[in-house]
């Protein structure tokens, strides 16, 4: 489960920026691509946060869509999954957003 390792670095990224402050909040940016499990990242967020400043804290997970642009027609459309393929039926395509994985928001209590 690399989702454990993935939260571990998300903590310590937060903890490095609001030091011993407490963390009321984190708000997550998970792509539906990104190829990380929105729920397995809420588990790992209840154990590693236990004895920092963010233990208690809300974890808020936004999942954008992803989207890509064909090579072959042009064509700008929506992807659901990793089946990266056009509607015209083209496999030349281009993610161009839903991969990300970004630490939106930290509100501080």
């Not at 967020?45 to 400043?53: G, K, N, R, S, W």
């Amino acid at each position: 489960m690399h989702e454990l390792a993935i939260t571990q670095g998300i903590v310590d990224a937060v903890t490095a920026r609001t030091g011993e402050a407490q963390v009321a909040a984190v708000r997550l940016r998970v792509g539906r691509l990104s190829g990380v499990v929105p729920d397995a990242v809420r588990f790992c967020f209840d154990l590693v946060t236990e004895a920092t400043p963010l233990a208690g804290a809300r974890l808020d997970i936004e999942q954008p869509e992803g989207h890509a642009r064909c090579h072959s027609c042009g064509s700008d459309f929506a992807l659901s999954d990793l089946i990266l393929l056009c509607p015209c039926g083209s496999a030349d395509v281009e993610v161009t957003a839903g991969s990300e994985l970004a630490v939106a928001s930290v509100e501080v209590a």
